[in-house]
Nanobody, 122 residues
Framework: QVQLVESGGGLVQAGGSLRLSCAAS????????MGWFRQAPGKEREFVAA????????YYADSVKGRFTISRDNAKNTVYLQMNSLKPEDTAVYYC???????????????WGQGTQVTVSS
């Protein structure tokens, strides 16, 4: 069982940056691949980024490639999403999730956090 808590969301102007954190409970965090997802009002949840258990492999949605960076610190049981050059279309609730195998998609994740709101103003 893994419990996930996201933080770091907020209101930022277009072109700005935010860093989201996802803190995990449980001793097996380092065994899980982790992903970030987002859901805007009226839209389906979409994949944003994923990272393997070791951090050696990362995957990104085309819409965020080159602007967002996923990383993890297994000693701190935390995964991060650094978001730069934010755009109004990045506005959404951002979720982190854990999976046994890294997946560049929304399927296969077993544990989900409650989400953190990111709002980008134009």
């Amino acid at each position: 069982q893994v419990q996930l808590v996201e933080s770091g969301g907020g209101l930022v102007q277009a072109g700005g940056s935010l860093r989201l954190s996802c803190a995990a409970s449980g001793r097996t965090f380092s065994s899980y691949a982790m992903g970030w997802f987002r859901q805007a009002p009226g839209k389906e949840r979409e994949f944003v980024a994923a990272i393997s258990w070791s951090g050696g492999s990362t995957y990104y949605a085309d819409s965020v490639k080159g602007r967002f960076t996923i990383s993890r610190d297994n000693a701190k049981n935390t995964v991060y999403l650094q978001m730069n050059s934010l755009k109004p279309e990045d506005t959404a609730v951002y979720y982190c999730a854990a999976a046994w195998e890294v997946v560049a998609g929304t399927e296969g994740y077993d544990y989900w956090g409650q989400g953190t709101q990111v709002t980008v103003s134009s």
